[in-house]
């Protein structure tokens, strides 16, 4: 059974409406809820932890409906919100127990685990610090911690990396990818990253202008066939020049950048052409593989 399942999903707020038939189904492992800023992915996420109920369609979270049996569903999942606004008196520890008694857990036990979870998201000696003189990349930590306190099934994560530098950002990714394997917790991450989604992602579901654009395993999206090749040539520019033009009077459509070039087509012949353009100019390859998809192709593609 599917973690989540939607079916014509619909949610309005007054005459403003957020989402117009919205479907798709969420399995395990990680799942990317892809899309631009204001297409929809908070109120997912809302309408999934029993936030909001639906305006029409269906809704399906762990084998129950979110909105009447909130409590049942609740207790099985993990959120952590996109804004960074915590107790800034509080200190961390004490902030991450009391979610993990809010979810049902004793005192006694609540207070092991939030001791646990700050040392798994790196802050075990920062546990007592008040979380106002915390770092962002430390919120979103303590975030982290107490959406997986009470050892939850699915957890929900809203921009995790936001307000992040580069190097923040990948140990981040890298956390989740490990809480998510190591401690076998299902993960619905929202983005509107695309590489981040495709960094650490099995699924994705993308949305835009309030429907679903497209949703399923990330290498079927993708499509498994290849799409072209890209050469990384040992050359200077003019060298690539004469190995794009050669192509080119193939027919084939051809961009180069550098040292490299794009070749776009469907089957081996384009393969053998431009290993065969490389040999007749003479140049040396340093890297000669198939192109396939990437996810912002899938992306802008559904986009139109």
């Not at 936001?162 to 983005?191: C, E, H, Y």
Request: proline share 4%; charged share 25%.
């Amino acid at each position: 059974m599917a973690l989540v399942t939607a079916q014509g999903l619909v949610k309005r707020y007054g005459s403003f409406i957020a989402l117009n038939g919205v479907d798709f189904e969420i399995e395990h492992g990680i799942t990317g809820l892809l899309g631009a800023n204001g297409a929809g992915k908070t109120t997912v996420l809302g309408m999934i932890i029993g936030l909001h109920p639906v305006d029409a369609g269906t809704l399906t979270v762990l084998g129950k409906d979110p909105w009447s049996d909130g409590h049942e569903v609740r207790e099985r999942l993990g959120y952590a919100p996109e804004h960074h606004t915590l107790p800034p008196d509080v200190q961390a520890v004490d902030f991450v127990r009391h979610v993990a008694e809010l979810h049902g857990l004793p005192g006694t036990e609540a207070n092991t685990r939030a001791s646990d979870a700050m040392w798994l998201v790196g802050l075990g000696e920062e546990r007592f610090r008040p979380m106002g003189t915390m770092s962002t990349g430390q919120r979103q930590r303590v975030k982290l911690a107490q959406a997986i306190a009470h050892d939850p099934t699915l957890i929900l994560l809203d921009e995790p990396t936001d307000g992040l530098d580069p190097l923040q950002r990948d140990a981040m990714l890298d956390l989740i990818k490990g809480v998510s394997a190591n401690f076998a917790i299902d993960v619905i991450l929202s983005s509107h990253l695309l590489d981040e989604v495709e960094a650490i992602c099995d699924s994705v579901v993308i949305i835009g202008e309030g429907v679903t654009l497209a949703s399923g395993p990330l290498d079927e999206l993708r499509n498994t066939d290849a799409i072209g090749v890209d050469l990384e040539l040992d050359a200077e520019p003019a060298q690539v020049e004469s190995v794009a033009s050669l192509l080119r009077a193939h027919g084939l459509t051809v961009t180069t950048s550098q040292r490299r070039v794009v070749v776009e087509g469907v089957d081996d012949s384009v393969f053998d052409l431009a290993r065969d353009a490389c040999v007749a100019n003479d140049i040396g390859i340093i890297r000669l593989h198939r192109r396939r998809l990437s996810l912002e192709d899938v992306f802008l593609d559904r986009l139109g």
